[in-house]
């Protein structure tokens, strides 16, 4: 691939992830890239949105005259609430998703395998962060996980790898990757392509990818409403 097609900005890849989500799911958002999802949830969708810190009904980034110092998400960004928020202790959120009571979870990643395994907590340098957070109690207690992040990293490695060699947060936990390229289902241990980016074939797509990737059934070009 010679010259890259330029791929998805942020708000384009959340507002791709948040079309997929049902009707009436509650969601919680991993730090980084997924909180941008709540700025695009569709109009007139009733998708409930949670925050380990001790929330449940977000809304919208905070605007610059919304922003209120105590009313922060777990990656401490100002938030908005929606009608009929809930605040409550930080053990009973985490009960929730102990509880299986979170039916998605969206988060970031520094590597997915082709099996599903995801590392998003540590690249293990000695300024990693020190600890894993709730990334593992959510892997491990939400119906179902997606990824959401940037098809390379700043040093053009692959995060779509055939294995992780970063500390692994779950094995075999995600089902679907948003990434700036592509929308890829994992699928018995192979990437499989949904959406491609225009301007990009699927060859292109493997010279970027750490493991085999092949076209889905109905593979079709990504679109995004927003800039």
Not at 37 to 56: F, K, Q, W
Not at 122 to 135: L, R
Not at 179 to 190: H, P, S
Request: hydrophobic letters at 45%.
């Amino acid at each position: 691939m010679t010259a890259p097609p330029k791929g998805f900005s942020a708000a384009q890849m959340a507002w791709r992830a948040a079309r997929d989500i049902p009707e009436g799911a509650y969601v919680n958002l991993g730090i980084g890239l997924p909180e941008l999802v709540a700025d695009h949830v569709p109009h007139g969708r009733e998708i409930v949105l949670h925050s380990e810190n001790g929330l449940l009904g977000v809304g919208p980034t905070a605007g610059p005259d919304e922003q209120d110092e105590e009313l922060i998400n777990a990656g401490k960004k100002s938030v908005t609430l929606r009608a009929g928020a809930a605040l409550f202790h930080h053990a009973d959120s985490f009960a929730m998703i102990r509880g299986g009571h979170i039916d998605l979870c969206v988060l970031g990643a520094f590597q997915v395998a082709a099996n599903g395994d995801l590392a998003n907590w540590s690249t293990g340098t000695a300024d990693a962060i020190p600890a894993i957070g709730g990334a593992m109690d959510l892997v491990a207690g939400a119906k179902r996980v997606v990824v959401l992040t940037k098809h390379v990293a700043k040093d053009g490695a692959p995060k779509l790898v055939d294995a992780c060699h970063y500390p692994l947060t779950g094995q075999g936990v995600v089902s679907r990757i948003y990434t700036d390229l592509a929308v890829i289902d994992v699928a018995q241990g192979t990437f499989v392509v949904h959406e491609l980016l225009e301007g990009l074939s699927l060859d292109d797509l493997a010279t970027c990818t750490g493991a085999p990737v092949k076209a889905g059934q109905k593979m079709r070009r990504m679109i995004a409403e927003v800039s």
